[in-house]
Every structure is written in C-alpha cells, then in structure tokens.
C-alpha cells in the first residue's frame, strides 16, 4: 500500500501539469498500468496502461509524463546500487570475477560516468526539451509533444526524485525483512547493500514481469552467495529455497497482487470503451 500509494502521488503530481485528477484515478491508473505490462517487456505497457485512464491529456503527453517518473526511479536505482556496488568493490575485490584493479577501475569509473549522464538528463529536462526541439524542428507533431520536457524545473524534479527515494527505500525494506522472516542471517548494513546490488542486477537484465521471479531469485541468489564467500561464512543448506521465497514473496506483494486490483480497472479504460463502442 505504501509502494504504489506513493508512486500513485507521484504520478498524481507529474500529471498535474496537462490535468488535475485526484489519488483516486491516479491509483486506478498506476493499478491498470501494472497489470497491462505484467505482460510486456521490462514494463513497456504500464506507460499505455496509465495514460487511457486519463479524459483531458493526449496519450503522447501523458506517457512522457509518466517516462519522467520512470527515469527518476531508475536514477535512484542506479544511483543506490552503483554506491553498493563501489563499496563492494573497495571492500571485497574478489566479489566481482576477474578481480583484476584495472577492471576495477574500469566499473568504478563507468558508474560514476552513468550516474552523472543520467543525473545531468533528469535534473536538466528543460535543456534537453530545448535540444529536442531544435532536432525534430522538420517533425511538427513529434516536436509539440517534446515540450513534455520542459514543463517541470529543478525543484519539481527533485520532489519526484524524493518520491522515488521513498518507494525505493520502501521495497528495499520489504525484501530485507522477508529475509529475515526466512531466516537469512543479515545484518541491516549488508542487507541493504545485498539489496541494492539485487535490484540493480534486476533492472540492468531485460525480462517481462510474469518470468521475473526467476531472475530475481537467480540475481539474488548469486549475489548472497558471492557476499557470504567473501566474508568466510557458510550459509545452510537451504539458502537458496529461503533467498527463493523472499523474492517470490516480494513479487507476488509487489507485482501480481496489484496486478490483480488492476485488472479490475482496467475495462474501464477509454482504450477498451472506445473499442466497445465501434463494435
């Protein structure tokens, strides 16, 4: 409730800008979104799930609203998992294989040079709207949606990246704690490093939300393993049914529960009303 309660306000907040629904609608948006990418690749389809529910904004508009929420999330992600990742490397340089420095090195700088591009993209959207706008000049239709972009300044980006930082903190909680309830000794500190290093494997690796409790499993698994090798600690036999559980636990809270609510909402779309109507 907490997760998709506030990633519901930031879209609510996003969308404020082309239309002012209130958190009700914006739920029934972020609810139908999640059910209608459940089934496409690494999410695609809760952009279109989203903006049907919407009466006053052009579905163009209403989808580069809701990518702005999505690069906020993914800069969190990327950000909190290249800090995990540096430290792992500084502490444990056998964690990644070959443990060479220069390849070391090589990590180190190109997540710092991809946290500083994205960071640079998000926190500047007005000078990237500009850019896009000189570039698409010839497109007409294309060019009056990329000024999306130029709708939010600094410090609106900034509440959306905060609101991110909540729900990435929330669902970090969540898979730490259903750990701990499966008996998977942790510390809170290597917990959250764990996390981030899981959700960070998670996000690079294309999947479709319906086979993705395997690869979270397979990430998470490899991921406790490497980090109990390097602290000279033999987890018990069953680590990996315990690491199995947590994040099968977490994806059906996370993603076919709400996925579930959604497909509630979703014939209410204009999408499928529309289509009612022509037959």
């Given at each position: 409730?907490?997760?998709?309660?506030?990633?519901?306000?930031?879209?609510?907040?996003?969308?404020?800008?082309?239309?002012?629904?209130?958190?009700?609608?914006?739920?029934?948006?972020?609810?139908?979104?999640?059910?209608?990418?459940?089934?496409?690749?690494?999410?695609i389809g809760e952009y279109f799930g989203r903006v049907f529910i919407l009466k006053k904004t052009h579905p163009v508009r209403g989808i580069l609203m809701t990518i702005v929420g999505s690069l906020s999330q993914l800069l969190v992600t990327i950000i909190m998992g290249g800090m995990a990742m540096i430290y792992v490397i500084f502490g444990f340089p056998e964690f990644i294989y070959p443990a060479t420095p220069i390849l070391h090195g090589?990590?180190?700088?190109?997540?710092?040079?991809?946290?500083?591009?994205?960071?640079?993209?998000?926190?500047?959207?007005?000078?990237?709207?500009?850019?896009?706008?000189?570039?698409?000049?010839?497109?007409?239709?294309?060019?009056?949606?990329?000024?999306?972009?130029?709708?939010?300044?600094?410090?609106?980006?900034?509440?959306?990246?905060?609101?991110?930082?909540?729900?990435?903190?929330?669902?970090?909680?969540?898979?730490?704690?259903?750990?701990?309830?499966?008996?998977?000794?942790?510390?809170?500190?290597?917990?959250?490093?764990?996390?981030?290093?899981?959700?960070?494997?998670?996000?690079?690796?294309?999947?479709?939300?319906?086979?993705?409790?395997?690869?979270?499993?397979?990430?998470?698994?490899?991921?406790?393993?490497?980090?109990?090798?390097?602290?000279?600690?033999?987890?018990?036999?069953?680590?990996?049914?315990?690491?199995?559980?947590?994040?099968?636990?977490?994806?059906?809270?996370?993603?076919?529960?709400?996925?579930?609510?959604?497909?509630?909402?979703?014939?209410?779309?204009?999408?499928?009303?529309?289509?009612?109507?022509?037959?």
């Open positions: 409730v907490v997760n998709w309660g506030m990633e519901s306000i930031k879209w609510q907040y996003l969308i404020r800008k082309n239309e002012k629904i209130n958190l009700k609608t914006s739920a029934q948006g972020v609810f139908s979104g999640i059910t209608i990418s459940s089934l496409t690749p690494n999410r090589v990590y180190i700088v190109l997540l710092i040079l991809l946290i500083v591009v994205l960071s640079g993209i998000y926190f500047n959207l007005k000078g990237v709207s500009g850019l896009l706008h000189k570039l698409t000049v010839r497109w007409p239709r294309i060019n009056r949606y990329i000024r999306v972009f130029s709708y939010y300044n600094r410090k609106e980006l900034l509440i959306v990246f905060l609101y991110s930082l909540g729900r990435y903190l929330v669902f970090s909680l969540q898979l730490y704690l259903l750990m701990r309830i499966f008996h998977i000794p942790l510390s809170v500190f290597d917990g959250l490093i764990i996390v981030s290093l899981i959700f960070l494997g998670i996000t690079i690796i294309p999947s479709v939300a319906l086979a993705e409790i395997g690869i979270r499993g397979s990430v998470a698994i490899y991921i406790i393993r490497q980090f109990y090798l390097m602290k000279d600690f033999n987890p018990t036999s069953g680590l990996e049914f315990d690491v199995m559980a947590s994040t099968s636990m977490l994806w059906l809270i996370n993603i076919i529960l709400p996925a579930i609510i959604g497909s509630i909402f979703i014939f209410k779309l204009s999408f499928f009303k529309s289509s009612d109507n022509e037959n």
